[in-house]
């Protein structure tokens, strides 16, 4: 059971550059949600998902979009990168909106 | 403004004591609440969860107290171990999986 699972581990990038952080669960969970990570803060929510074609922003949205053709796949699209993007970006799912969300091992993004 | 804090950065524990760790919130709306263990390199995995109608909630060595009136919740760890060495994060929520973190703590526990 692969659970969720984020590709690629590392990335970096040049200012302006595009890229998609892709995120699959086998898991069969309806939420999804994408969150990165800076020194000395917690995870903050970029965008979630509740369902299958079903979007939303979270409290830290510019720069990314999401689309949910699938259960299983949630990609995070960064449009035109910048520095302040460097972070570790984690996936997570969860079954219901009230059961806890597995994460993925996540994705180390440096923009230079 | 963090609606989540974990005031203290970090803590060091000796082996077979109890490690407490402790977390703050401001939003009375939060329902639902959980901690979560982070290994380097690693994601945050799921360690326990107490929802806003319990004062307390256990699962093995880990006990979850929550004080609503206080805007309080802790972690209890007991007996700590080597392996309990972390990144501890508190999270919350309103309901839903939109999650709101605190910035943790790191664990130390000496053997």
């Known amino acids: 059971n692969a659970g969720v699972t984020q590709t690629p581990k590392f990335q970096v990038l040049k200012t302006g550059q595009s890229m998609t952080l892709q995120c699959a669960q086998d898991?069969?969970?309806?939420?999804m949600s994408w969150y990165r990570q800076d020194p000395g803060m917690g995870l903050r929510l970029i965008h979630y998902?509740?369902?299958?074609?079903?979007?939303d922003q979270g409290e830290v949205p510019n720069g990314y979009n999401v689309s949910r053709s699938t259960t299983e796949d949630f990609p995070l699209r960064l449009l035109s990168a910048a520095p302040s993007q460097t972070s570790v970006y984690f996936c997570?799912?969860?079954?219901?909106?009230?059961?806890?969300?597995?994460f993925g091992q996540g994705t180390r993004l440096t923009v230079v | 403004d963090q609606q989540v804090k974990q005031n203290s950065p970090s803590l060091s524990v000796q082996e077979g004591r109890i490690s407490i760790l402790n977390c703050d919130y401001t939003?009375?709306?939060?329902?639902?609440f959980l901690w979560y263990k982070k290994y380097p390199a690693e994601g945050p995995t799921f360690l326990i969860s107490?929802?806003?109608?319990?004062d307390k909630n256990e699962d093995g060595r880990f006990t979850v107290f929550l004080n609503k009136s206080a805007k309080h919740l802790s972690l209890h760890i007991v007996p700590s171990q080597p392996g309990d060495s972390a990144v501890y994060f508190c999270?919350?929520?309103?309901?839903?999986?939109?999650?709101?973190f605190g910035a943790g703590t790191i664990l130390r526990v000496k053997s």
């Open positions: 997570a799912s969860s079954f219901t909106e009230s059961t806890e969300a597995f």
């Open positions: 898991m069969n969970h309806e939420y």
């Open positions: 998902s509740v369902g299958a074609g079903i979007t």
């Open positions: 939003n009375s709306m939060f329902d639902y």
């Open positions: 107490i929802s806003s109608i319990k």
């Open positions: 999270a919350a929520s309103e309901g839903g999986n939109k999650l709101v």
